[in-house]
């Protein structure tokens, strides 16, 4: 025991419980990759992405400096269960093979999910997920670098998120810049299982702070973004 309450263990993982997302990158011929990953946080509008650095991802978002971020909502468990156990990489990393990976070049059509142009950059969005969010590469952090063993391995890279899209049925009526908590129902990613949220448990003290504070430098920059297309 480490305290009365608690009984000491050692879980192979620590992951208690963060939303999926969809990752879409362009392959170096042009076409999609699409990944699901969880291990996500959010600042503003930045998001830093641990990721394995031989993913297909994470290799197309260092050669490209772009990717979209696309959040399922519970009722995609299964596209998102379907990219389970493959990768865009071809031949599939040995490590990988071992825990019965394989190759699958369209991942959209494996998920059964919809591929839509973005504007500010060349990955498709997916049409299905209420929430896409294109993004361009600021850093790449290194993880593990003091041991021999990882170093290299794992890699948290952060983004700039420069638009924002959403399914109406999320906005909060009668406001045009925020999502109804109530009406988006993210796919929560909780020791390997796929979760949707309870309801809410109690009105929250910090919501007390009116999110029109929260807006940061960022969005101004993101209205500079270039329209791909025009
Ligand atoms: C629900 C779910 C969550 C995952 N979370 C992560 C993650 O946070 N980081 C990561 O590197 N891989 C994560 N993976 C594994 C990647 O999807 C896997 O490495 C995949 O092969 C990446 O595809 P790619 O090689 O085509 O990029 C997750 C997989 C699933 C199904």
Redesign the pocket.
Known sequence: MISPAHTRIEPGILYFGTP?VLISTSNEDGTP?L?????AFWLGWRAVL???AR???AQNMLRTGECVLNLPSDSLAGA?DR??L????DPVPVF?QERG?RHVQDKFGRAGLTPAPAETVEAPLVAECPVVMEAVVEAVHPIAEDDGAQRGSIVAIEVRVQRVGVHDDIRTAGTTDRIDPDAWRPLI?SFQQ?YGLGSQVRPSTLASIPERLYRGPDIERARTARHRRS
């Open positions: 999926v990759n990944a699901p990953m969880s291990s641990g990721l394995g993913s297909k991802t998102v990219l389970a493959t990768t865009g990489s990988k990976y990613m796929l």
